[in-house]
């Protein structure tokens, strides 16, 4: 068992930054590719971004590429989403995920999920 615990969300303005971060503990942090994904009231969760076990190698969604940076600290058993320049529509709640299975972009690829942290983004 993985347990992901997320934090920093808010409330922020039209082109304005946050940094989420997603604290992990159980089996081995570093054994798991991870991933944030969003959902939106009414909406799919959808993939923003992955990062890969070493983190070397990172996924992002075309409308986060640019703005949004995924990192992660294995020493920390944390991983990072730093979303710049904002958007209205970033507005979601936003989730860590923990994987093994093949696929980087979807829902069913990722074995362990946090409860999520809630973004606001103001016009």
């Known amino acids: 068992q993985v347990q992901l615990v997320e934090s920093g969300g808010g409330l922020v303005q039209t082109g304005g930054s946050l940094r989420l971060s997603c604290a992990a503990s159980g089996r081995t942090f570093s054994g798991y590719r991870m991933g944030w994904f969003r959902q939106a009231p009414g909406k799919e969760r959808e993939f923003v971004a992955a990062?890969?076990?070493?983190?070397?190698?990172?996924y992002y969604a075309e409308f986060v590429k640019g703005r949004f940076t995924i990192s992660r600290d294995n020493a920390k058993n944390t991983v990072y989403l730093q979303m710049n320049s904002l958007k209205p529509e970033d507005t979601a709640v936003y989730y860590c995920?923990?994987?093994?299975?093949?696929?980087?972009?979807?829902?069913?690829?990722?074995?362990?999920w946090g409860q999520g942290t809630h973004v606001t983004v103001s016009s």
């Open positions: 990062i890969g076990r070493s983190g070397v190698n990172t």
């Open positions: 995920a923990a994987g093994s299975r093949p696929s980087v972009t979807v829902v069913s690829g990722y074995e362990y």
